[in-house]
């Protein structure tokens, strides 16, 4: 067919549009399309997934989740929550429309407002904007037809919203109550948009998956029961501890995932750090294989499982420290120490460096009992006996400068 005449059936609408910016209202017709579930999304989830360190029931669960509606996942940072996220949307074949919620937000930027703009001769107009939550409705509206013309093309576009609870919920979302909360068509009044293109129907292919840090208590808002309503909640933990006697980097077929933790973050952090240093990836893996220094990531990891499992009673404190600050910290490790040719007896001082650097931080929150993360502080031994030990105390004296 030729563009021409696509385009005169659907100006006579017998043909739907693939993009209707300019004919929000249209997007009814096509409104009622449902979810299309691969038939082979297991697969899909199983291969996306595969360097996250996750349990498969998650997966699981989380498909379901998404044909059902709208997703939250929630955990400590450094998890990969939003990783999971964009192996969900791979997995069911659709765009995801990535933003991160801030604590300023309005209906102004999740549905839309007005704004005045200069036109190319000088002078200025008032323009509609879309806010984050109207533009994925109109994107995922748009990509329907296109999928069932041809069902490679990607089948919606949803809404990935980073820090959900950052936003105030009522102000950001309120008007949005009646249209998460039913896959019936509902009717939004786009007051901002022109007369004849304000009346938005929402698609039931849309989705919104969001994240929420759980461990972060400051500068966040409650969601009110009317919004978790609206969303299935799912956890993404830390990786569940050793098992009894295993040694880290296990390979056996049941090795825990923080046993397999320890061999993907070295993997990961000597892959990055070859390629921001300029050294070749064999000479990384040989400076992080060798017996000294292989001993000290040990270490590191031990002292993480210490914190990152201290519940309870427990004499340290509790700290749920996630896969991607582990990376980090073992990264600046060897972009210092490999990178910059450091001599393996200085190794230490490097690893030191790079924990005070990345991980202590980390212990910097109000939930950390200071006691215990003095009494932690002063037992650490080297490498850790310096750097770390040192900014450990600082936070455990409200941020007083430890002197030794």
Not at 140 to 166: M, Y
Not at 217 to 222: D, G, I, L, P, T
Not at 367 to 374: D, G, I, Q, S, Y
Request: with cysteine.
């Amino acid at each position: 067919m030729s563009h021409a005449a696509a385009n005169e059936l659907i100006e006579n609408q017998a043909m739907s549009p693939d993009d209707f910016h300019a004919c929000i209202p249209r997007i009814r017709e096509v409104a009622a399309v449902d979810l299309a579930v691969p038939a082979d999304l297991h697969a899909k989830l199983v291969v996306g997934a595969r360097n996250l360190l996750i349990p498969q029931t998650l997966l699981e669960e989380c498909a379901a989740a998404l044909i059902s509606g709208n997703v939250v996942l929630q955990g400590p940072p450094g998890t990969g929550k939003s990783s999971l996220a964009r192996v969900l949307a791979n997995a069911f074949n659709v765009e995801l429309l990535p933003v991160t919620a801030h604590e300023d937000w309005s209906t102004f930027e999740v549905i839309g407002r007005q704004e005045l703009r200069a036109k190319a001769d000088g002078t200025e107009q008032i323009v509609p904007v879309n806010g984050h939550f109207t533009e994925a409705v109109i994107r995922c509206a748009g990509k329907i037809p296109k999928h069932l013309d041809n069902p490679v093309n990607q089948q919606a576009t949803w809404l990935l919203i980073d820090e959900l609870n950052r936003a105030h919920p009522d102000k950001a979302f309120g008007e949005l109550f009646s249209v998460l909360g039913t896959d019936q068509p509902v009717n939004i009044t786009l007051a901002y948009q022109d007369p004849g293109n304000n009346d938005l129907v929402v698609p039931r292919r849309f989705r919104i998956i969001a994240t929420i840090n759980s461990i972060d208590k400051q500068f966040v808002n409650s969601l009110s029961q009317g919004l978790r309503r609206r969303f299935t909640f799912l956890t993404m933990d830390i990786p569940a501890k050793r098992n009894a006697g295993e040694s880290w980097g296990s390979t056996a077929a049941d090795a825990s995932l923080a046993s397999r933790e320890f061999t993907a973050v070295q993997t990961e952090a000597a892959a990055r750090a070859s390629r921001r240093t300029g050294k070749s990836a064999a000479d990384v893996l040989s400076f992080i294989s060798d017996a000294v220094v292989a001993a000290m990531i040990k270490q590191l990891f031990d002292l993480v499982e210490r914190v990152r499992y201290a519940k309870g009673d427990a004499a340290d404190p509790y700290v749920p420290i996630g896969t991607a600050p582990l990376i980090d910290t073992v990264e600046l490790f060897l972009i210092r120490a490999a990178g910059m040719n450091m001599a393996l007896a200085s190794a230490g001082s490097a690893l030191d460096w790079a924990v005070s650097a990345k991980l202590v931080p980390l212990l910097d929150a109000g939930m950390v009992n200071r006691e215990k993360l003095a009494s932690l502080a002063l037992s650490l031994t080297a490498p850790f006996d310096k750097s770390t030990k040192k900014g450990m105390l600082e936070i455990a004296s409200d941020g007083l400068f430890y002197v030794e």
